[in-house]
């Protein structure tokens, strides 16, 4: 219960980023109220919640009633995870757990950035929502650990809405450096997750 509980916070931080959600709220928000700020972090971590915790409970139903094989989810999800970890630790933006340049232009122009991009894809990205059907699906038939799933990722949504508050002394403490070092870390540790996620998808397929 206890890796159960290690491997989903690690994944789950990985793949949410909440230093990198702080850091861009942070720059997108620079010229609201502090009210107004708490207001839409508060509102784009809830529905972000909504998004995963919906995703995480019914994702792998939905896909099945597709066609789509657990062994398939676990090595597309491992090569989804893998491409958002190399991304991580070469510091680059693709989109899979970050706005892209374009996306961040068009928030700068909203007033409300709760929803987009806060909500999604910022928080409940591609990577999040995969990362939370691939670790409720490993922990299927346990509900235990399912339940350890779930609290990690409400912890790290905690701890995503709280950096938002708190994202201006984040940013003074870290540095540009610091938030990047730990981001290349958690980068390696996601990107040797990923790579079990594929071993164990193609050990599940029968092609090996």
Not at 24 to 35: D, E, G, M, V, Y
Not at 66 to 75: V, W
Not at 177 to 204: C, K, N, P, S, Y
Request: charge should be negative.
């Amino acid at each position: 219960m206890i890796e159960t509980a290690a491997l989903s916070m690690a994944t789950f931080f990985a793949t949410i980023g909440p230093l990198d959600v702080a850091a861009i709220f942070a720059a997108l928000t620079a010229n609201s109220s502090r009210q107004h700020r708490r207001s839409m972090a508060l509102r784009g971590t809830l529905i972000a919640t909504f998004v995963l915790v919906l995703f995480a409970l019914v994702g792998e139903v939905v896909l099945g009633s597709l066609g789509i094989s657990l062994a398939a989810l676990r090595t597309a999800g491992g090569i989804l995870l893998l491409l958002i970890a190399i991304e991580m630790v070469f510091a680059r933006t693709t989109g899979g757990t970050s706005t892209t340049d374009e996306e961040e232009q068009e928030a700068i122009l909203k007033q409300d950035i709760s929803v987009f991009p806060i909500a999604t894809p910022l928080i409940a990205g591609p990577g999040a929502m995969g990362a939370a059907i691939l670790l409720m699906a490993d922990a299927e038939g346990d509900l235990e650990l399912q339940a350890v799933v779930l609290g990690s990722l409400l912890a790290i949504l905690l701890f995503t809405y709280i950096g938002m508050l708190l994202a201006g002394r984040i940013q003074r403490l870290l540095g540009v450096i610091g938030m990047h070092v730990i981001t290349r870390v958690m980068g390696v540790l996601l990107a040797a997750l990923a790579v079990q996620f594929i071993f164990d998808g193609i050990a599940q397929s029968g092609l090996v």
